[in-house]
């Protein structure tokens, strides 16, 4: 038998006009105002814990496991059907927050957006995460807030503006490609780190580039290293790699 449905203050709205719609009036309606498009738009919240289909989602989790729902069929027969999870704790030290999962009849078809924080040592790493699908590819897109304290040295290693790219493109031909950029900061000394798949112009090669933030010198690095902030050795261009490699 198909599992009933947990849903409660549900509403629909036949709307003239795009624009806010107030449910002031309306005992226990969804959170006003609310965003409808001309049309017939959907409001309701669904219980994962008491939803005999969807309680694996409540039992990975702990915290709130209500899905806030949005919908709407416009004027024009575009079509969406939108779920909002606010905060789910995977574990002690891994949460998924701003979780809003999107289904549509035009593109991009399918998108994903939501936070994550996972705790690291004595740090939290925040990341936001998208991902879309347009009919004709797949694209991730994640990039970390803040920085990421490593302890190396005395100094220790930091990284931040760290970011991903991918695409896998699905049709008119099958391809994959990415990007992934950031910052390493080691005492003083800050590079700039920039890898690509494919390297511009090229079919199936790969991009690095690193590029000089504040001044570097071979021994300023081991020195930032190991501690010792004199600075004594050659010195090396703002481009300090740059390759292409298959």
Not at 149 to 175: A, M, N, Q, R, Y
Request: glycine share 8%; hydrophobic share 40%; proline share 4%.
């Amino acid at each position: 038998d198909f599992p009933n449905l947990d849903i409660t203050n549900a509403a629909f709205v036949f709307s003239p006009y795009e624009g806010e719609f107030d449910f002031s009036d309306v005992a226990e309606a969804p959170q006003s105002p609310v965003q409808v498009v001309k049309g017939l738009n959907f409001f309701a919240k669904m219980s994962l814990e008491k939803n005999a289909a969807t309680s694996i989602v409540s039992d990975i989790t702990s915290g709130p496991t209500d899905l806030v729902l949005h919908g709407y069929i416009s004027s024009d027969k575009k079509m969406l059907l939108e779920a909002e999870l606010q905060n789910v704790e995977i574990t002690k030290d891994f949460a998924v927050t701003d979780v809003k999962l999107k289904v549509e009849n035009f593109a991009p078809y399918l998108s994903l957006d939501c936070k994550m924080a996972l705790k690291m040592d004595a740090d939290t790493l925040n990341f936001d995460v998208s991902g879309i699908w347009d009919g004709q590819s797949i694209t991730f897109d994640g990039k970390m807030e803040g920085t990421w304290v490593i302890s190396v040295g005395k100094h220790g290693l930091s990284v931040s503006d760290l970011s991903l790219h991918l695409v896998d493109k699905i049709k008119p031909t099958k391809s994959v490609s990415g990007e992934v950029k950031g910052t390493i900061t080691i005492g003083s000394i800050s590079i700039q780190l920039d890898l690509q798949y494919p390297a511009p112009g090229t079919d199936g090669c790969y991009r690095f580039e690193a590029k000089e933030v504040s001044g570097l010198s071979a021994s300023a690095l081991s020195n930032a290293m190991m501690g010792d902030d004199t600075e004594s050795g050659f010195g090396l261009d703002s481009d300090v790699s740059h390759d292409v490699f298959h």
